[in-house]
C-alpha cells in the first residue's frame, strides 16, 4: 500500500489549495481515507475523512464550510480543496488510511492517529497573514 500527497504550497490567507493523494493497494468503499494535519510540537488532528461504514464524509469543525474532500476510485485518487485558509491552517498535512479508521472520532480527536495502518509522508501547507 502506498499513499503519496501532493498540492502543498504556501498561501496569503484566504487563498486556496488542492491537496490530492494518490493511492495504491487500496479498495476504495472498503477501507476508512482520511486527512490529519499536524504542526510540531502540537497534536496531530483529524481533518476530514470518508467512512467505509456509512460513506459520510466527517469534518474537523474549524474546518467545515472551507474544506470539501472527495474521492475519485478510477484514479485512486482523494483530494482535499481547502477554501478561505488562514494562518491556523498551517501544518503538515497526511493522508491516512485503515479499515477500522472511526472517521468521527478520527475528527473528534479522538484516536490514535500513530495506531492508523497506512499514512503517506505529508505535504506541507503554510498559510500566510
Known amino acids: 500500500v502506498q499513499l503519496v500527497e501532493s498540492g502543498g504550497g504556501s498561501v496569503q490567507a484566504g487563498g486556496s489549495l488542492i491537496l490530492s493523494c494518490a493511492t495504491s493497494?487500496?479498495?476504495?468503499?472498503?477501507?476508512?481515507i482520511g486527512w490529519f494535519r499536524q504542526v510540531p510540537g502540537k497534536e496531530q488532528e483529524g481533518v476530514a475523512c470518508i467512512s467505509n461504514e456509512d460513506a459520510n464524509t466527517y469534518y474537523l469543525d474549524s474546518v467545515k464550510g472551507r474544506f470539501t474532500m472527495t474521492s475519485d476510485s478510477a484514479k485512486n485518487t482523494v483530494y482535499l480543496r481547502m477554501n478561505g485558509l488562514k494562518p491556523e491552517d498551517t501544518a503538515t498535512y497526511y493522508c491516512?488510511?485503515?479499515?477500522?479508521?472511526?472517521?468521527?472520532?478520527?475528527?473528534?480527536?479522538?484516536?490514535?492517529?500513530?495506531?492508523?495502518?497506512?499514512r503517506g509522508k505529508g505535504t506541507l501547507v503554510t498559510v500566510s497573514s
Open positions: 491516512a488510511a485503515d479499515v477500522l479508521l472511526p472517521c468521527a472520532r478520527a475528527v473528534a480527536g479522538a484516536i490514535n492517529y500513530d495506531a492508523v495502518d497506512y
Open positions: 493497494g487500496l479498495t476504495f468503499g472498503k477501507i476508512a
